[in-house]
T-cell receptor, first 115, second 115 residues
């Protein structure tokens, strides 16, 4: 079984400041890792994912995450945040493989960007 | 990415009635669909996994007679909340897969309020 820990439930940050949202996972098998973003009263949108290959993955809106196997982490970073980045962010893990498997989600981190 | 729709987006019903929520994959065939439940300010909790043409697999603690899941085709799964009560009020989210690279695609969610 896998588990995901998001260490910070809330992260307030000023606009244009850098931010890091932390995510640690535990699993005895190889995993795929995901970050999802959820805006109020909406479903989840995939932000970025790690499946294999390069450990640094990037999204189109400036977020990046680095898979660190030794530290079992997949922290999300952005060098300069915008007001529009205010949302709930979920880290998720699933067992690797060739078919759709259930996702295990972290408890979420509310990112609030202040003007 | 692929598109998954949910209908209705919001529903308000009286206690004791049944409510059906539809989840459709619009541009791909989803052999597996997942149903999640999300309480306010909390993470997503997997309720059940359904594979097309077979019975759903429910997570521990989820009443299968209360939350009826049908996955009759590769593009449609339904969740019926039978004899709904106020404690069933929640945000229900479906996801469908597998997509390319074992991805899941999330619907926009359905807000259920039971009076």
């Amino acid at each position: 079984a896998q588990s995901v820990t998001q260490l910070d439930s809330q992260v307030p940050v000023f606009e244009e400041a850098p931010v890091e949202l932390r995510c640690n996972y535990s699993s005895s098998v190889s995993v795929y890792l995901f970050w999802y973003v959820q805006y109020p009263n909406q479903g989840l949108q995939l932000l970025l994912k790690y499946l294999s290959g390069s450990t640094l993955v990037e999204s189109i809106n400036g977020f990046e995450a680095e898979f660190n196997k030794s530290q079992t982490s997949f922290h999300l970073r952005k060098p300069s945040v915008h007001i529009s980045d205010t949302a709930e962010y979920f880290c998720a893990v699933t067992r690797g493989g060739g078919s759709a498997r259930q996702l295990t989600f972290g408890s979420g981190t509310q990112l609030t960007v202040l003007p | 990415g692929a598109v998954v729709s949910q209908h209705p987006s919001r529903v308000i019903c009286k206690s004791g009635t049944s409510v059906k929520i539809e989840c459709r994959s619009l541009d791909f065939q989803a052999t597996t669909m997942f149903w999640y439940r999300q309480f306010p300010k909390q993470s997503l909790m997997l309720m059940a996994t359904s594979n097309e043409g077979s019975k759903a697999t429910y997570e521990q603690g989820v009443e299968k007679d209360k939350f009826l899941i049908n996955h009759a085709s590769l593009t449609l799964s339904t969740l019926t909340v039978t004899s709904a009560h106020p404690e069933d009020s929640s945000f229900y989210i479906c996801s469908a897969g597998p997509g390319l690279n074992n991805e899941q695609f999330f619907g926009p969610g359905t807000r259920l309020t039971v009076l």
